[in-house]
């Protein structure tokens, strides 16, 4: 049998993961019951530090923006002629890029996260969904791409895409980037190549470093189109919470490293958890696995019921993405779970 969950019409939100309400909704449990992995958040998340009482009171400082876009800046190694400022999480940006934008044509390349061709779309933009760079109409002005993508992991020569930025510049247009998974393969980010080649890239705080309820993320680009950016931001656009904490994660070197090593070790713990089940990996991150079965629709089904959730796509029936479990007895009850499956 098909999951009924997520419905196959809602297809503006198939790339979303973490709707537990929903999960409960269908199968049962209570919220606190479920294992989520249906998200590509690092489950380990940055130690939050302790927080005064006059964040909560006052407004954030310009001289705390300051130091967080600085931490930023270092830990992106951005490139010195481009601009960055900070957004109460990317998908405010990937929603008022947009609406910024004199109306276009907008390639995607796809399967992505599916909130980029439905902002441009509800903006007015004419949008086609391409499978390859090679695709790209000739007409095209915007090309946006997740790199590395989600779901699949997928990845691009820096030459490739700069040569695309070339080719956009040419036609006055732009290449966007969501880098949103970028940090656990830092050597793929195109930040330290902004200058002016009209490229703007999204940055998310919360997956990397598991903390996406804070609600934070960058934009870069061209410093005199990000000043345009931050006008309609306007003041106090991010939480003074999430610049402090910001701040000092970005700073922390040597809990970026022993997590960037700690992502890798679980990566393939997973991967050959998956494998033993019977499962094709098809592609990731450190941060997530995709798998291949014909049997996934049944094998989402029977992870439910065990009040675990992983990421269904009812356009691609076949595939599953796995998030990381976090703790030791979240890896022996997903082990547990998919033994039970296999032995059926």
């Not at 910001?246 to 990566?267: F, V, Y």
């Not at 959730?309 to 009850?333: I, N, T």
Request: aromatic share 8%.
């Amino acid at each position: 049998m098909i999951p009924t969950f997520p419905l196959e019409n809602e297809k503006s939100r198939q790339f979303h993961g973490g709707n537990l309400e929903r999960a409960k909704a269908e199968f049962g449990h209570d919220l606190s019951d479920w294992l989520d992995l249906s998200t590509g958040i690092n489950p380990l998340p940055y130690p939050v530090p302790p927080l005064g009482t006059d964040l909560w009171q006052r407004l954030p400082e310009s001289r705390a923006e300051a130091q967080l876009l600085q931490a930023a800046r270092q830990y992106y190694s951005l490139s010195e002629p481009a601009g960055i400022c900070a957004f109460p999480g990317t998908q405010a940006a990937i929603q008022m890029l947009p609406r910024l934008t004199p109306l276009t044509e907008v390639a995607v390349l796809s399967p992505t996260y599916n909130e980029h061709a439905a902002c441009w779309r509800r903006a007015g933009h004419r949008v086609k969904e391409v499978e390859d760079i090679s695709a790209i109409p000739d007409t095209t002005t915007i090309v946006i791409l997740v790199h590395p993508n989600n779901p699949d992991g997928r990845i691009y020569n820096k030459s490739v895409l700069l040569e695309l930025a070339n080719t956009l510049k040419s036609r006055n247009g732009w290449l966007i980037i969501d880098e949103a998974f970028a940090d656990v393969i830092p050597e793929l980010s195109l930040m330290p190549d902004l200058s002016d080649n009209r490229i703007l890239i999204l940055k998310s705080f919360g997956k990397f470093f598991g903390l996406a309820g804070l609600r934070l993320g960058f934009l870069a680009g061209p410093r005199d189109f990000i000043s345009i950016i931050q006008q309609e931001l306007g003041p106090w656009a991010v939480s003074g919470a999430a610049l402090k904490i910001g701040t000092q994660a970005l700073s922390d070197t040597k809990w970026i490293d022993m997590t960037r090593n700690q992502l890798k070790k679980a990566t393939l713990r997973l991967s050959n958890m998956l494998g033993d089940t019977g499962l094709k990996g098809v592609g990731g991150t450190d941060l997530f696995h995709l798998t291949e079965s014909p049997e996934a629709p049944l094998l989402f089904r029977h992870l439910c019921k065990d009040a675990i959730l992983v990421r269904y796509f009812p356009d691609r029936p076949e595939k599953l993405r796995f998030g990381l479990p976090g703790q030791e007895s979240d890896w022996l009850r997903l082990g547990k779970s998919l033994d039970r499956w296999a032995n059926r």
